[in-house]
């Protein structure tokens, strides 16, 4: 956790992190993989091993493997179609980041579209349960700008979310796509 809080400053530290992230503890990995994703560029070596995390057997090494994917950036692409199917993962953090890291990589550039419908059925109520996954699925949906137009109709009934941070969420999101200049997933 302390690398993890000195983010690029503990680079040197990646080669012995990245060998720890096949540890048998449970809480090792978890925070291996969040320390990795701040550390930058020397990380990248991990980015094969964070993605296999998102199939790890515990909920919490899947949340910070999705995480660290997502801080990593334009190199974890790989990872897209991991992430995409982690959408559906049977914990509500697990999806939640997913959603986040996708979000992050559609603010790239990078092309997530496969992820948008799915993204935008995460955002109702019907679909999805947990308020904290509502609001992390609108806030990548409008991290991807106007490429998210599709899903303009979730977000639009979303508008009435029982949780005030998933309205203002939807919100943001909506006047994101309606006109962004920001960049977009393709």
């Not at 990248?44 to 964070?50: N, V």
């Not at 699925?137 to 029982?162: H, I, T």
Request: aromatic share 2%; hydrophobic share 45%.
């Amino acid at each position: 956790e302390s690398l993890r809080q000195h983010g690029t400053a503990a680079a040197c530290a990646a080669p012995a992190l990245i060998a720890c992230l096949s540890d048998e503890d449970v809480d090792v990995r978890v925070s291996v993989a969040r320390a990795l994703g701040y550390i930058g560029e020397a990380a990248l070596p991990a980015i094969p091993a964070l993605q296999g995390l998102l199939s790890d057997s515990d909920g919490g090494v899947r949340w910070a493997a999705a995480d660290a994917l997502g801080n990593l950036g334009h190199p974890a692409a790989p990872a897209l179609p991991k992430l995409v199917q982690a959408l559906d993962d049977e914990e509500e953090d697990v999806r939640g980041s997913a959603a986040s890291a996708l979000g992050k990589f559609g603010q790239l550039g990078l092309d997530v579209s496969a992820a948008i419908p799915r993204m935008s059925l995460l955002v109702g109520v019907r679909e999805e349960k947990e308020w904290h996954v509502r609001r992390a699925a609108a806030e990548a949906l409008g991290r991807c700008g106007v490429a998210a137009a599709g899903a303009v109709p979730q977000l639009q009934g979303a508008l009435l979310d029982e949780h005030p941070r998933v309205r203002a969420a939807v919100q943001a999101a909506l006047e994101k796509i309606s006109g962004s200049a920001e960049p977009a997933c393709q």
